[in-house]
C-alpha cells in the first residue's frame, strides 16, 4: 500500500536523556500501595467492630481494646481509627461502649513518652 507524501505526516519526537533517578521505584511504590491498602482494610475492620460493641460479649470487647491500645501503642494506628467513636454525644455512650473505651484507654502505656507519641500522630478533625 503506498501513501501520497502529501497526505503524510511526520512528527519528531525528542526526547531529552539525563542522569535523574526517581526516589520511589515503581515496584516499592507498588509495594507501598498494597501496604497502605492492608491498613486501610483493618481501619474499616476495626470500625465495624466499634459499631457492633452494643452486641458484643465484655471478654470480647476487652481483647479488642488491648489489641486497638497495643496498635496505637505500636504506631501502627493513628487516633484517627477513633474517628467513627462518638465519645461526646451523650446518647451515644451506652454502659457496654464506656466500659469498652475505658478498658482501650487504661490499656494504653501511661509513659509519658508513648502517650506523647500517639497523640502528636494527630486526632482526627470533625470535618473528616
Known amino acids: 500500500m503506498l501513501i501520497e507524501q502529501s497526505k503524510m505526516n511526520m512528527k519528531i519526537i525528542a526526547t531529552k536523556v539525563s542522569s535523574w533517578q526517581k526516589e520511589t521505584s515503581s515496584t516499592s511504590g507498588m509495594r507501598?500501595?498494597?501496604?497502605?491498602?492492608?491498613?486501610?482494610?483493618?481501619?474499616?475492620?476495626?470500625?465495624?467492630?466499634?459499631?457492633?460493641?452494643?452486641?458484643?460479649?465484655?471478654?470480647?470487647?476487652m481483647h479488642l481494646a488491648k489489641f486497638v491500645?497495643?496498635?496505637?501503642?505500636?504506631?501502627?494506628?493513628?487516633l484517627a481509627v477513633l474517628k467513627v467513636v462518638d465519645l461526646v454525644d451523650v446518647t451515644h455512650l451506652t454502659s457496654k461502649r464506656i466500659m469498652h473505651f475505658r478498658m482501650l484507654f487504661e490499656a494504653i502505656s501511661s509513659t509519658q513518652?508513648?502517650?506523647?507519641?500517639?497523640?502528636?500522630?494527630?486526632?482526627p478533625s470533625p470535618q473528616s
Open 69 to 78: 491500645a497495643d496498635m496505637l501503642e505500636g504506631f501502627s494506628l493513628s
Open 32 to 61: 507501598e500501595g498494597v501496604e497502605a491498602s492492608l491498613l486501610l482494610k483493618h481501619k474499616y475492620c476495626l470500625w465495624d467492630q466499634f459499631r457492633e460493641l452494643e452486641s458484643m460479649s465484655l471478654l470480647r470487647s
Open 113 to 123: 513518652i508513648i502517650v506523647c507519641g500517639i497523640c502528636s500522630r494527630g486526632w
